[in-house]
């Protein structure tokens, strides 16, 4: 098991709604990516926070938003929820954004109805 | 066209069997080549990483990579009903990692 974890596991929201995603990140690590996984494909890079700034993002519409906290942490923000943002949120910490040794959270398995 | 393309399968092969896993990529300036190994409702589990081309063993996996074209190989001998999960490759461009949609194998007893 990674030292990195996700609350909550599972959700389910309405269309519509806003929805916040919360990462604790593994001890010594500073960065946090965030990724989105739809069934069947692989992960697809939301954005990176880097010492509580963002530090790139990926091809998602700016309803989805970050935070970085000062111990690291981070939450994932996503408003006007489409049926299309059910997926498995994962987060991933590591010592900087460029490091090739990121590790994964369990995820959270995000239902919209 | 993805930057990175990997066959989703399913695959399933009996236990012993060596497993053949691979992905092709556009980009040439990718450097850094991961698989990363996916239980179900689990996060991704980083298995190894590779650096240009070559090869790199640890114990039953082998990755390989050839830049020439574009084309990376994970090898698993001697397979176990254990490695039964999703095999995703992974690039590293700049911060942020780019995965293949992922290999689904089962090993049968």
């Known amino acids: 098991e990674t030292g990195v974890t996700q609350s909550p596991t599972h959700l389910i929201k309405t269309r519509g709604q806003q929805v916040t995603l919360r990462c604790s990140s593994q001890s010594g690590h500073n960065t946090v990516s965030w990724y989105q996984q739809a069934l069947g494909q692989g992960p697809q890079f939301i954005f990176q926070y880097y010492r509580e700034e963002e530090n790139g993002r990926g091809n998602f519409p700016p309803r989805f938003s970050g935070l970085q906290f000062p111990n690291y942490s981070s939450e994932l923000n996503v408003n006007a929820l489409e049926l299309d943002d059910s997926a498995l949120y994962l987060c991933a910490s590591s010592r900087q954004g460029g490091d090739t040794e990121a590790f994964f959270g369990q995820g959270t398995r995000l239902t919209v109805v | 066209q993805k930057e990175v393309e990997q066959d989703p399968g399913p695959l399933s092969v009996p236990e012993g069997a060596i497993v053949s896993l691979n992905c092709t990529y556009s980009?040439?300036?990718?450097?850094?080549f991961m698989w990363y190994r996916q239980y179900s409702r689990k996060g991704p589990e980083l298995l190894m990483y590779?650096?240009?081309?070559g090869n790199k063993e640890d114990g039953r996996f082998t990755a390989q990579v050839d830049k020439s074209s574009k084309y990376i190989s994970l090898f698993i001998r001697d397979s176990q009903p254990s490695d039964s999960a999703t095999y995703l490759c992974?690039?590293?461009?700049?911060?942020?990692?780019?995965f293949g949609q992922g290999t689904e194998l089962s090993v049968k007893p």
């Open positions: 992974a690039m590293l461009n700049g911060g942020k990692l780019i």
């Open positions: 590779t650096y240009s081309s």
């Open positions: 980009n040439s300036a990718f450097q850094y």
